[in-house]
């Protein structure tokens, strides 16, 4: 699991490592709009699920870049193993190399330049796509270029740029979350329905919130649904909802809020497993020290059904002015939960093609029966 803390205005975490979402990010949609499911299943693509190479452990970086170069003057290119960088510095005077200096680390990058006997800094770019191998960067001076090339850890990830924006986070997570869909579930249906938008039209995969699913079925609220039938009626409707989503890829599931959304219910997870899970949890601390401490405590403790979460995003309050800083958080976590298990994805698929049996994250073999009396194979 993966933890994220979010705090004022709103930061995240994954489970053992924390993300930082910028407040200075605002979403463009005030309030989200809701999408419907379209009454037939929409076409999956031939093998939607990508191969997953063999699992890597490493330690993902824990923050979300809140700003990078003030504007896209550079050139850059992914070469598989390594990125490369270039500047025009012609233009500002600079005489050579030894006017230019480049400091990196494994997940910065800071170009300055000194002209007419000012230091002034060309780029700063605080959080990087991914690590590099620092040690490895090479800079020099080509006609009236600077070129910095950067060696990659993950060699086989596609950067779309530099640095971990949001435009780079959603062109990018794609490929690691192979069509596999994502669900956010906590205490909020508006939240959940909010973030869960935002993602959705960022990576181009379908929204779905199952709040609207409901009433729009029944032709009543989910309030008045309640005060009549009960929460139980209203979780086993949502149950049935999420089977048949099961089935479907790239779609963002916005889940009910409350002790009426199965999410919030032990035995009601089955079908959640089937996508990335996102739990969204408003937090009253003071400081992302003290989220994380939290997050922590509540995914070890597991004394509320969200813990079974992929990734628990802690939210500093809402605001849905931030709805895409939050949903930066939860792109960022997820970027690290699939880069620290490369196998995560193709487990989802296999627990999928399965038939979401109930038996994740120990996935019994093929004809298993979770109705027999049989012991499981896999403890």
């Known amino acids: 699991m993966i933890e994220a803390a979010a705090m004022p205005a709103c930061s995240s975490i994954p489970s053992p490592f924390t993300t930082k979402a910028s407040t200075h990010q605002r979403s ?58 270039r500047l025009d510095v012609q233009k500002l005077g600079i005489e050579g190399s030894k006017d230019v200096f480049v400091d990196v680390d494994d997940t910065s990058l800071l170009i300055r330049a000194k002209s007419d006997g000012t230091l002034r800094t060309l780029m700063n770019f605080q959080t990087l796509f991914d690590r590099i191998k620092s040690s490895e960067t090479i800079w020099f001076i080509d006609e009236d270029q600077l070129v910095v090339n950067l060696k990659k850890v993950e060699q086989e990830l596609k950067w779309p740029d530099i640095d971990e924006s949001w435009e780079s986070l959603t062109a990018g997570i794609t490929q690691l979350l192979t069509g596999i869909s994502i669900h956010i579930v906590g205490d909020s249906t508006d939240i959940n ?59 963002v599931v916005a889940t009910l809020g409350g ?38 405590r509540s995914v070890s403790s597991g004394s509320v059904a969200y813990a079974k979460a992929d990734v628990v995003v802690k939210l500093g309050g809402w605001d849905p002015e931030y709805t895409r800083a939050v949903a930066q958080g939860c792109l960022v976590a997820l970027k690290q939960l699939t880069l620290a298990d490369k196998k995560l994805a193709g487990k989802k698929s296999l627990y999928i093609r399965l038939g979401c049996r109930g038996d994740w994250p120990n996935i019994e073999p093929p004809g298993w029966d979770p109705d027999s009396d049989a012991p499981p194979t896999n403890v």
């Open 259 to 296: 002790k009426q959304g199965a999410a919030s219910r032990f035995d009601r997870w089955q079908y959640l497993h089937s996508g990335f899970t996102v739990w969204l949890s408003v937090s009253d601390a003071s400081d992302e020290a003290t989220a994380r401490e939290e997050a922590r």
């Open 193 to 251: 329905d909010a973030v869960a938008q935002e993602i959705a039209e960022g990576i181009g995969y379908l929204p779905v919130c199952t709040s609207e699913l409901l009433e729009s079925a029944t032709e009543k609220s989910i309030d008045t649904w309640v005060a009549s039938e009960g929460e139980d009626s209203v979780a086993d409707a949502e149950s049935v909802v999420l089977e048949s989503l099961s089935s479907h890829v790239r779609t």
């Open 28 to 85: 463009s949609v005030s309030r989200p709009r809701r999408l419907r499911l379209p009454a037939s299943p929409f076409r999956q693509p031939r093998s939607p699920f990508a191969a997953c190479s063999p699992a890597s452990r490493h330690r993902p970086r824990a923050s979300v870049s809140a700003s990078t170069a003030p504007s896209k003057d550079y050139e850059f290119t992914d070469g598989n193993g390594e990125v490369e960088l």
